[in-house]
C-alpha cells in the first residue's frame, strides 16, 4: 500500500499557478473565497494537517495546534509573524517560516509613498478637489511640510527601515534611527543613518516612520507620552503593525495640533478602522498594502510554496527551508511521527 500524501491547508486565495506547486507533493486543501476564520474554525482547518500555508489573518497558538498531532510545518506569507506564537510552535515541533527580503524594496517605496502624501497633503487635496472645494487659486492653499531637508526618524532598523534611509539621502533628509541595538558602522556610512535615543528620536524627527517588528514590548510604544514628545509640526508615519501606536492617544494628538498628521497602513484593530482616525482630515490611511505590488506578492507566496515544500522534506530543499523563524524547530518537524505521537499524549 502507499503512503498517503501530507495534506496542507491553505488558508486564503493567493496565486493559484504558484499555491499549485504544493500539488506534485501533497494533497492541497486550498480556500477558495477570502475568509476571515474563527480560532475555533483554524484549529478544525489544521487539525488533520501536516503543514499551511498562511497569511497575518490567522492566529495560531497553542489552542489552535492542540488538536493538531500531524501539523509539522507553518508556512507564514509575510516578513511579519506576530500571527503566529513561536514558542508554543516550537515546543510542538512545528516550524515556522516567514518571506523577508523579497518584499524589503517594494514595502520601503511604499512606506515612503505613504511619507510624503502625509507630508505633503495629497490624498487630502484630493480629496477637497473632488469635493468642488477648488473655487479660486489661493497661495495658502494646503501647506504642506517638506522632506527635503528635514529629519528623518525611523524606528526599527532592520531591512526595510535601512531601505527607507536610503531613499531617504536622495531626498537630502538627515537619517536618525532607532533600534534594539545600534547597526555596524559600515551600515551606517551606507544608509547615511545615525542611532539615536528613543526619546532623541521622538523629540528631534520632523518625520518618523515605524518599521519595527510587533512584540509584546512594542504594544502602543508609541503612546500619549511618546507622543508629547514630539514636535507639534511632525509627522508619524506606520507601516509596522497597528498595536505599535495607542490610536485614541494618536487621535487627540492629531485633533489637538500635538502632531500635524499621520500616515498608517496598519491599524489596531483591522479591517476595523476607528471612526475617529476616518473622521481626521490630517491622516493619509491605506489597507495594509504595504508589500502590494504584484511582483512582490507573487514573490512572497513563492517564498512560502518553498519554505513548506522544503520544511515537509520534499523537494531538493528537502529539510533546509530558505526561511526559517524557529531553525530550532526543524530537526523535530523531520521526526514527524514522533513529535506527533508525543502531542497526543502517548
Ligand atoms: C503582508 C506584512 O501583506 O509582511 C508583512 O509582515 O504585513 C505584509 O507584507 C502580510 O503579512 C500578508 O500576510
Known amino acids: 500500500m502507499t503512503e498517503p500524501r501530507p495534506r496542507v491547508w491553505v488558508s486564503q486565495p493567493l496565486f493559484d499557478d504558484i499555491v499549485g506547486r504544493l500539488k506534485a507533493h501533497f494533497d492541497v486543501r486550498a480556500t477558495e473565497d477570502v475568509t476571515e476564520y474563527t ?4 484549529a ?5 494537517a501536516d503543514g499551511a500555508l498562511v497569511t497575518l489573518n490567522e492566529r495560531i497558538g497553542a489552542d489552535e495546534i492542540a488538536g493538531a498531532a500531524r501539523l509539522r510545518a507553518i508556512a507564514n506569507v509575510g516578513v511579519g509573524y506576530n500571527n503566529l506564537d513561536i514558542g508554543a510552535l516550537t515546543a510542538a515541533g512545528i516550524v515556522a517560516t516567514n518571506t523577508p527580503d523579497v518584499l524589503t524594496e517594494t514595502t520601503a517605496d511604499f512606506g515612503f509613498a505613504l511619507l510624503m502624501a502625509t507630508a505633503r497633503r495629497i490624498t487630502e487635496a484630493e480629496r477637497w478637489l473632488r469635493e468642488g472645494q477648488w473655487r479660486q487659486w489661493s497661495f495658502g492653499t494646503l501647506l ?3 522632506l527635503h531637508g528635514s529629519t528623518l526618524g525611523i524606528l526599527g532598523m532592520g531591512r526595510i527601515g535601512q531601505g527607507i534611509a536610503r531613499r531617504a539621502s ?6 536618525l534611527y532607532h533600534n534594539r541595538s545600534r547597526l555596524p558602522e559600515g551600515i551606517e556610512r551606507e544608509t547615511r543613518a545615525t542611532y539615536a535615543g528613543f526619546d532623541d528620536l521622538l ?3 520632523d518625520h518618523l516612520v515605524l518599521v519595527l ?3 509584546p514590548q512594542a504594544h502602543h510604544l508609541i503612546d500619549a507620552a511618546a507622543l508629547a514628545k514630539m514636535k507639534p509640526t511632525a509627522t508619524l508615519v506606520n507601516i509596522a503593525r497597528g498595536g505599535i501606536v495607542d490610536e485614541l492617544a494618536l487621535v487627540d494628538a492629531l485633533a489637538n495640533g500635538r502632531l500635524a498628521a499621520a500616515g498608517l497602513d496598519v491599524y489596531e484593530g483591522e479591517p476595523v478602522v476607528r471612526p475617529e482616525l476616518l473622521a481626521l482630515r490630517n491622516v493619509v490611511l491605506t489597507p495594509h498594502i504595504a508589500s502590494g505590488s ?4 507573487r514573490a512572497m507566496v513563492s517564498l512560502a510554496v518553498d519554505n513548506l515544500i522544503a520544511a515537509l522534506g520534499e523537494g531538493d530543499a528537502a529539510g533546509h527551508p530558505p526561511t526559517p523563524v524557529n531553525p530550532e524547530a526543524l530537526g523535530a518537524a523531520h521526526a514527524g511521527n514522533i513529535i506527533a505521537t508525543k502531542r497526543q499524549g502517548a
Open 39 to 42: 480560532p475555533a474554525q483554524v
Open 44 to 48: 478544525d482547518a489544521l487539525r488533520d
Open 144 to 146: 504642506g511640510a517638506d
Open 170 to 175: 536622495g531626498f537630502d533628509m538627515r537619517v
Open 203 to 205: 523629540s528631534q524627527s
Open 213 to 215: 517588528p510587533y512584540s
Open 294 to 297: 504584484l511582483a512582490t506578492r
